[in-house]
């Protein structure tokens, strides 16, 4: 007996919720590259990581519930792996390899998200408290010590370091995509 592939299922299937796997293809490639090239810095790895997670979703389709948060999902797993691998290898060539490694210069697109995260930064910093935005300024951009700010500010050094760890753990929550639900 054949299985219907999802390629031939209908858009507006009464059995499925699910856009037919194609017409998913068309919406998501793009913005599945973009998210895998900036996980991994490197746009052959991103094709090759976007490429067979839709061959794994192809072989999965009947059991996948949302495959737009699936893929994501999936896209961002298979990122992390090859960014664990990679540092392994890195690790454990020798001197020699790590003098023939080049650097690669930013690409537009990694250039254009750098700039909207600083600019969402500085806007989040912005939004502080005045005490908060100091300590954030003295120590991040003008590189003083947390003694130093203790001076500055009267603050303990102690209090220093706490309330920046509470700050910068604030800024990054704030920073994170928001989170996808599987169940929806």
């Not at 839709?54 to 009947?62: D, G, S, V, Y």
């Not at 540092?87 to 020798?94: H, N, P, Q, S, W």
């Not at 250039?111 to 300024?137: F, I, N, P, S, Y």
């Amino acid at each position: 007996m054949l299985r219907s592939t999802p390629e031939f299922q209908p858009v507006d299937s009464p059995n499925s919720g699910k856009p037919n796997l194609r017409t998913l293809f068309e919406q998501e490639e793009t913005k599945l590259l973009r998210y895998a090239f900036t996980l991994t810095g490197r746009r052959v790895v991103a094709e090759e990581i976007v490429q067979e997670v839709f061959m794994q979703l192809h072989a999965r389709w009947h059991e996948v519930q949302t495959p737009s948060a699936w893929l994501i999902r999936c896209v961002r797993n298979r990122a992390f792996q090859y960014l664990r691998k990679s540092k392994r290898e890195v690790l454990t060539a020798g001197e020699e390899a790590r003098q023939n490694v080049t650097t690669q210069e930013p690409t537009p697109d990694s250039l254009m998200a750098h700039m909207e995260t600083c600019a969402v930064l500085r806007g989040l910093v912005d939004g502080l408290e005045e005490t908060d935005r100091q300590l954030v300024k003295l120590k991040y951009f003008e590189g003083l010590k947390y003694r130093d700010i203790s001076q500055k500010t009267g603050l303990s050094i102690t209090n220093v370091g706490y309330r920046l760890h509470h700050i910068l753990k604030l800024l990054g929550q704030k920073l994170q995509p928001p989170e996808i639900d599987d169940e929806s």
